[in-house]
């Protein structure tokens, strides 16, 4: 439930591999059509959870600055 993009999900494919995990939480997060792919085809196969769900993750451009709000903070 944060600000994760594209740029950063990079990461995560390329970092240390995911199949350790139970389950991966990535839902309302800003991740693309082609990332969210990518990312689903990495722990797929070691059977973990992966939740996607954008849900109500919204990018609000101001000028020529885009603003992304996390749903749960402090």
Do not use: C, F
């Not at 139970?22 to 693309?32: I, V």
């Not at 722990?43 to 939740?51: E, I, T």
Request: charged residues 25%; hydrophobic residues 35%.
């Amino acid at each position: 439930m944060g600000v994760l993009t594209d740029e950063g999900a990079r990461a995560l494919p390329a970092g240390q591999p995911l199949t350790h995990l139970r389950s991966l939480d990535l839902h309302h997060n800003y991740l693309g059509d082609e990332m969210s792919t990518r990312i689903r085809d990495v722990p797929a196969p070691a059977g973990v959870r992966l939740d996607l769900d954008p849900g109500g993750a919204r990018e609000y451009v101001h000028g020529e600055e885009v603003r992304r709000y996390v749903s749960v903070s402090e």
